[in-house]
């Protein structure tokens, strides 16, 4: 598939992990597990959209925009956790898992459990590049999910400006 260097974002996810702390006096230990809470979220969130899992509907998924802006919360929790971890940059080879989207997500769930008991950079690559595998799962390249990280980044900022 393709190869996705997200070193840029970990840069880009850290100013503004810098100004939140900074304007709401936290810290990365203070907050590991809202982080982490909040990233179990983010992947419900971005699961409603596909809407894959819900077989009792005749609805198709959201639209391509929406799917990749939950999709991109997602992202800026896991580049901020890692950033808590230590980690700097992550380059992963997309691949599409052999399961099928409902069970691709799950996976990430479970792996988001075991970071959550373990906190460890080992359990982090685990799951992140299993969150990354989904993109091809929806017919989506990395590109598409850099885009979208840097539009909600910016929706992100002016929000801290805002006081949201």
Same mark, same amino acid.
């Given at each position: 598939?393709?190869?996705?260097?997200?070193?840029?974002? *970990?840069? &880009?996810?850290? =100013? #503004?992990?810098?100004?939140?702390?900074?304007?709401?006096?936290?810290?990365? !230990?203070?907050?590991? /597990?809202?982080?982490?809470?909040?990233?179990?979220?983010?992947?419900?969130?971005?699961?409603?959209?596909?809407?894959?899992?819900?077989?009792?509907?005749?609805?198709?998924?959201?639209?391509?925009?929406?799917?990749?802006?939950?999709?991109?919360?997602?992202?800026? *929790?896991? &580049?901020?956790? =890692? #950033?808590?971890?230590?980690?700097?940059?992550?380059?992963?080879?997309?691949? !599409?898992?052999?399961? /099928?989207?409902?069970?691709?997500?799950?996976?990430?769930?479970?792996?988001?459990?075991?970071?959550?008991?373990?906190?460890?950079?080992?359990?982090?690559?685990?799951?992140?590049?299993?969150?990354?595998?989904?993109?091809?799962?929806?017919?989506?390249?990395?590109?598409?999910?850099?885009?979208?990280?840097?539009?909600?980044?910016?929706?992100?900022?002016?929000?801290?400006?805002?006081?949201?």
């Amino acid at each position: 598939m393709s190869e996705l260097d997200l070193k840029d974002l *970990f840069l &880009l996810q850290k =100013g #503004l992990d810098e100004t939140i702390a900074k304007r709401h006096g936290v810290t990365y !230990a203070s907050t590991r /597990e809202k982080r982490l809470l909040a990233l179990f979220v983010e992947l419900g969130e971005f699961a409603n959209e596909t809407r894959c899992f819900k077989f009792w509907s005749l609805k198709g998924p959201s639209s391509q925009e929406v799917i990749l802006d939950e999709y991109a919360d997602g992202m800026h *929790f896991f &580049l901020s956790l =890692g #950033l808590a971890l230590g980690v700097t940059g992550f380059t992963h080879e997309l691949k !599409a898992p052999s399961k /099928e989207l409902t069970e691709a997500i799950l996976q990430v769930y479970e792996d988001v459990g075991e970071l959550s008991k373990t906190f460890t950079q080992t359990y982090y690559f685990k799951a992140f590049g299993d969150y990354l595998d989904l993109l091809p799962l929806l017919g989506y390249g990395g590109e598409e999910a850099i885009v979208a990280y840097q539009k909600k980044l910016a929706v992100n900022y002016r929000r801290q400006e805002e006081h949201y």
